[in-house]
């Protein structure tokens, strides 16, 4: 009887609720902890463990930059004395290898342990040789040519002595003023996890044992977690996100990484929910550790334990460890709290030895799986860097990828490609510039051997065919080189304006309150459109901008963002036509600052009504915008060529979700040139627990067509794709109808309609 009693509620739950379904994703731990949880490598770290002192095991928490930058609160003056007394177990900055040996050889040779040193560095977008920035290349949507970036990062990464990079960034950007849009993959998740996975396998190889090769380094997921959404776009400001929207939006990049097997991870610099990211147990150790699985190192972001003090969490540095310690924070980057308080926190009782221990075996499991005791020279080849920098290969993969990240916004009456013979007015302040076309956090890279604009140009079209003029500075209202610029205009059959922003205006603590071009070169636009010549704005920025007028008075716009080594000889390839554009955009580009942060996959609101406008109509917009639509959307992107489709099917169109649904599309080549097309899948959840987004990506192929050629391209959906946070938390998907649209960007109109049974 009494079994009864307790099964009518529960069947009762079960049948009103209506909406639960036999699917519920229990959080994979596996996937992630099979990385790291070698029994034999578990055996070395314990029994190198049970012989070291407390102050050897805070070493190995402890990262110092070498002396080859002197920022950081507390640097020691002797880096080598750090290292063989055992307070410093980790370098980052260093990047000669012979000094890197000879630093190596200290820890090795002349500590009583001889633990190797970990050499980190921020190898974000390329060591030498320079890849587009990141949000560029994943504006390819080309993901094996992104991971190819990372292993050819890496390759030149190991050469210059390096076994760990701090990359990558996978934190998800919705708002063009905050500068490290360009450091990350954009706006959407789905996209963003498939990057972060990529990068990580191309860094550490794919599979557990392959970080210990030799063309392979450490991956550090960063900046963990929701860093990426700091209110109004300010570096470092508080982020407040319900649950939800960081667990369904945020966190899966990071998951991703970790999934991939990233052997590192940097806590964030801003609080989340009011808790620091570096002091918070629910992100460090709940999430990544029990949800997730994760079993190498967390490492701060630079100086973030020191932070602690100023957030108001923390009285003191000594509060500031223990709060870390605690939480799950593994490795002290520069900050110097673990070095000089940790054994005193011990002595007072406020950490746990236990803690401690476990803090270093994650750094030491991570030593051991890079091959590091086995062989500590490996990566320290004093030879390689002759060999490995700028090879020819890596140097066509950053053409390759810089092409390829490069988005064509609008192109009217065919004004590119640019034919052979014609004569060019190649005008502005990035036009002959070498260290802009890196952007920000650039490695290594050498500026000297950077491909400008200019240099491309005049190799592909000819010297005599290329007439350059800067016209205006980038910022300064310095009108001198209008006339020139002009005259060099009127000379010419099509003029190409290089505008943007400067390199040094994305990355780190460049946050803008405008994202519109400096007035000087509205100026040099305007003035060089009263020549009537046909206008190509070529565009060097690191993220979304308000090209609203600017649209409205050039005849086509190339987003070329900040390409790299190779930069030069990608804008050729493009606007010459040798290379057909296929980029599509992975953040909206706004009409006007006032509607950020934007991004495609919003949700209606109940108001307002206005019958027959469509599904838009139910999303709220300004009484001094018209349109609340982007002027150029997330997907977004034009081609030599233009694609049609047609054909949807979707099978079967009623399911328990036991097998994926398969849906089909035909994509045909309409145009007469070959071409590039990114087909994009996307999908909404009609009616569920919870508010869901118009729309959310869930699939997307890159097919390269000849003139005429179609083709059918396929994808699955499965019950996971269909999944999201309902009600109570749970993850699952629910029944009800789904709609589904195919096509070229995020307002394809190519619609379909699936039901999801119980
Ligand atoms: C940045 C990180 C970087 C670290 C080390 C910090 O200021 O936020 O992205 O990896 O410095 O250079």
Known sequence: MKIIYLLVPLLAIYFLDGCR??????????????????????????????????????????LYSSHFTTTGPTLPKN??????????????????????????????????????LLFGYDVIHGMKTIFPINLGMSCSWDIEGIKNSARVAAREAIAAGLNWTFSPMVDVTRDPRWGRVSEGSGEDTYLGSLIAAAM??????????????????????????????????????????????????YLPPYKAGIDAGA?????????????????????????????????????????????????????????????????????DLQGDIYHRFLKQLVEQKRVFLKQVDKMCAGVLRIKFALGLFDDPYRYLDTTAVAREFYKPENLAAARDMARKSIVLLKNDNRTLPIATGRK??????????????????????????????????????????????????????SRIGFSQALHAARNSDITVVAVGLPGSWSGEATSMTTITLPLIQQELIAAIRTTGKPLVLLLLNGRPLDLSWESTVSDAIVEAWYPGTEGGHAVADVLSGDFNPCGKLTMTFPRTLGQVPIHYDIKNTGRPFTPNVGEQHYVSRYIDLPDNTPLYPFGYGLSYTTFAYSDLRIVPDKSDMKQPIEITVTVRNSGERSGTEVVQLYIQDVVASVTRPLRQLKGFERVELAPGESREISFQLDAESISFYRQDMSYGYEPGQFKVWVGGSSTADLEGIFEVTR
């Open 200 to 249: 990580v396998e191309g860094y550490q190889g794919e599979g557990p044992e392959t970080l210990a090769s030799d063309s392979t380094i450490l991956a550090c997921i960063k900046h963990f977690a929701a860093y990426g959404a700091p209110q109004a776009g300010r570096d470092y400001q508080t982020v407040d996100l319900s649950d939800r929207t960081l667990r369904e939006t």
């Open 21 to 62: 379904s036999s699917y519920d994703r229990t959080e994979s731990r596996e996937t992630a902890s099979r990385y790291f949880s070698d029994p034999k490598i578990e055996r070395r770290v314990d029994s190198l463990m049970s012989q070291m002192t407390l102050d050897e095991k805070i070493g190995q928490l402890v």
């Open 263 to 331: 052997g590192s991870v940097m806590s964030a610099f801003n609080d989340i929910d009011a808790i620091p990211a570096t002091a918070s147990r629910y992100l460090m150790t709940d999430i990544l550790r029990k949800e997730w699985g994760f079993n190498g190192f967390v490492v701060t972001d630079f100086t973030a334990i020191n932070e602690l003090v100023p957030h108001g969490v923390a009285a003191d540095s000594l509060e500031a460890g223990a709060l870390a310690l605690n939480a799950g924070i593994n490795m």
């Open 424 to 477: 060019i007015a190649l005008i502005g302040p990035f036009a002959n510039t070498r260290i802009d076309l890196l952007g920000s956090w650039y490695g290594q890279g050498d500026s000297s051997h950077v491909v400008s604009i200019l240099q491309g140009m005049q190799e592909r079209f000819g010297h005599n065919k290329v007439i350059y003029a800067q016209g205006a500075p980038y910022e300064q209202e």
């Open 79 to 116: 880096v080598e004395e750090a290292i063989r007394n055992g307070t410093c177990g980790n370098i980052f900055n260093a990047h000669v290898p012979a000094y890197n040996r000879e630093l190596q050889r200290i820890a090795v040779e002349e500590t009583r342990m001889g633990i190797p």
